[in-house]
């Protein structure tokens, strides 16, 4: 079994910051990319940064210079640095990663619970 847990969410006014973790734990033998992804009402899933397993990261253009993945593969955690926060990144946020349990030889696609960022005066 394996589980992914986000934290980190909450109300914040425009301009100011957030930083969203997610920990994945349970029967892990490696983690691939990690990603972070949001969900506005009435929208579908999009996909806004990207953590490689060998450090590379890429990020939707609506984020980029404003928002920052890293991750600490000692402690399975992703981290999403969120600054300069605008009224549109309101969402539930996703984490997901691709995730080798022992004794398997693939990667399945694993989903948190999200956490809820509302950005409003």
């Known amino acids: 079994q394996v589980h992914l847990v986000e934290s980190g969410g909450g109300l914040v006014q425009p301009g100011e910051s957030l930083r969203l973790s997610c920990v994945a734990s349970?029967?892990?033998?490696?983690?691939?990319?990690m990603d972070w992804y949001v969900q506005a009402p009435g929208n579908q899933r999009e996909l806004v940064a990207v953590s490689t397993s060998i450090g590379g990261t890429n990020y939707a253009d609506s984020v980029k210079g404003r928002f920052t993945i890293s991750r600490d593969n000692a402690k399975n955690t992703v981290y999403l640095q969120m600054n300069s926060l605008k009224p549109e990144d309101t969402a539930v946020y996703y984490c997901h990663a691709n995730i080798r349990s022992f004794g398997s030889n693939r990667y399945i696609g694993y989903w948190g619970q999200g956490t809820q960022v509302t950005v409003s005066s």
């Open positions: 349970g029967t892990i033998s490696s983690i691939g990319a």
